[in-house]
Structure formats: structure tokens, C-alpha cells
């Protein structure tokens, strides 16, 4: 790790928003890579996550975090705990909004978790989807601000790296001098497996409906590196044997086009050939027991 030069700035950013707003878009377009899983389901994000971005004059550790809401079960409180956890140990917050709606209760429930002494940027994503009237984005605004009075604000859009110097800039100027914590060129904290696992998931998110996204956990079994290619064999586990059925398919098609997407996500990861066999396991209940919620990796 380089010492850094004088004036050099750094520290950790939580990302904290409702879920859906496009916390961890944000997140792999602020680090310009892929790390962060990322689809229309609620929840789609259950671990913390860090994404370094390093800068001649500034490194920042951003936080990716599950969105805060009311848990239903033990994974929702771990997941909840965990965001509520990372607010308090990080040295500034972008508040991650959808510009393109006012601001709801949900945002609201947010803004009080958010402690009064740590540095804020309120960040309107989805500036893409966000009226073109400028009446109605500016209430859409005000309607935030209101929630952070003294935070600066920055729109963005997750899908438009272009639009995210504004963001950088606010969120620099909050950061106080300090260290390189990791090496400058490292862009997560996570081992490559477990983002190959998370890949895996998030064909799952996006080939399944209702119950079956939030009933699935992936575990990578065995990674064996061959001269020419990749070989991967993961598990899903689900709770039910519905779900089991659900997920292999007629025939087993629905497993085959995950399979399928995902070795395409993890071959773009890893800059390689990959091959990827995939097991579906029921483990009941797996969600409310705190052994294999362990053993699944999430833990409070
Ligand atoms: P998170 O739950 O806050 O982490 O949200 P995700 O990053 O998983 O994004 C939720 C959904 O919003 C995904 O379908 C994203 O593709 C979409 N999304 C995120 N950012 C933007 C944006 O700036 N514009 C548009 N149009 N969609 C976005
Ligand atoms: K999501
Ligand atoms: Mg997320």
C-alpha cells in the first residue's frame, strides 16, 4: 500500500437508502465494475459490500448496505441490523433516493436512522426516469431536502457513469485527510467467490418470481482452475421442495437458463472460460435458523 501524499483525503461511504432506489447500481458504476448484484426485487441485496474507488487526490470505501425497512423475519433483522450497523462506523452518508418520485414514508423512516452528527449527501438517482418539467423535479427536491435540511444534493443516474462527478465531488469534500487503506488498485473487499455467488442469485432474481428470490441462498462449492477454463459447481438452496421444482423447471430448462446467464456474468468477471454445474438442495426453513443462516454467511 503507497503512503499517501499530503492534502490526500479518504474514508468509508454508506450507501443507505429504501430498497429498489439503486444503491448498488450506484455502487458498481461508482467503481466502474460489476461487484454488486442488482435487480428489481426488494432485498436483492443482502450482505455489506465494500467498492474501493482510488484517485490521485482520494481513496473512498463505499458501503453497499440491504435497504432499511421493517424485517419480517431473521434474515430481514440481520439485514436491517447490519445497514443500521455500517451507518455508525462510516465517516459520511449518501442518503440514495429516487429522484424520480417525491420522497414517501420510507424515506422519511430513513432520514431519522440517519445520526444528526455524520456527514450527509442526498443523492436523487434515477435522474434518467425524473420529469422533465423542472417545476416538478425541483418539488421532487425540496421534498427531500426537507427530510436533511443542511445536506448538499446531487442527481445522478446509476446508468450514466458521465453523471456522477457532481456526487464525487460532494462526497470528497466531506472526507477528512487521511490514509490509503487498501492497495489502489483493489476494487472490493469480497473474495471472487463470493461474487460468483452472488451472480448466480441474481439470475435467480431475475428468472424467478414472487416467493422463490427471497427463498434462495447460493453457495459455491468448488472453483478448480483448469489451463483452458473455470470449473464451477454451486448449490441452491431453497426451502421448499415447490420452490426446488420451480427452480429446475420442465425438463430442467429454468436451471439451464440460469446456469447459462450466469456463467456469462462470471466469465465477464474473471476474464475467462468458465463451465458452471449447478445443485438444488431444500434446506426447510433455512431463513430462520440462525445455524445456517451462519452457514450461509449471513450473520449479524
Ligand atoms: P438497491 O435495492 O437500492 O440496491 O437497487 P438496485 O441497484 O438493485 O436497483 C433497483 C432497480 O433500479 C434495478 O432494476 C436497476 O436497474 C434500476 N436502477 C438503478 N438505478 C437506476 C437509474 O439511475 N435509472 C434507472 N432508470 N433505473 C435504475
Ligand atoms: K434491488
Ligand atoms: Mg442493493
Known sequence: ??????????????????????????????????????????????????????????????????????????????????AQAAMAAVDAILFVVDGSVPAGRGDAFIAERIPAHSPCVIVCNKSDLAPKDAQTRQAHQESYQALRPQAPVVWVSGL??????????????????????????????????????????EQVLLHTREEVPHSVAVNIDQVEETPSLTRILATLSVERDSQKGILIGKRGEMLKQIGQAARLQIQKLILGKVYLELFVKVRPHWRRSERTLGDLGYRA
Do not use: C
Open 1 to 82: 500500500i503507497p503512503t499517501a501524499p499530503p492534502g490526500f483525503k479518504s474514508g468509508f461511504v454508506a450507501l443507505i437508502g429504501r430498497p429498489n432506489v439503486g444503491k448498488s447500481t450506484l455502487l458498481n458504476a461508482l467503481v466502474g465494475q460489476k461487484i454488486a448484484i442488482t435487480s428489481p426485487v426488494a432485498q436483492t441485496t443482502r450482505n455489506r459490500l465494500q467498492g474501493i474507488l482510488s484517485l490521485p487526490e482520494a481513496q473512498i470505501i463505499w458501503v453497499d448496505t440491504p435497504g432499511i425497512h421493517k424485517p419480517h423475519h431473521r434474515l430481514g433483522e440481520i439485514l436491517v441490523h447490519n
Open 160 to 201: 450514466d457513469p458521465s453523471s456522477l462527478d457532481p456526487l464525487l465531488r460532494a462526497t470528497i469534500d466531506l472526507l477528512p485527510n487521511g490514509p490509503y487503506y487498501y492497495p489502489p488498485d483493489l476494487v472490493t473487499d469480497q473474495p471472487e467467490r463470493f461474487i460468483m455467488a452472488e451472480l448466480i442469485r
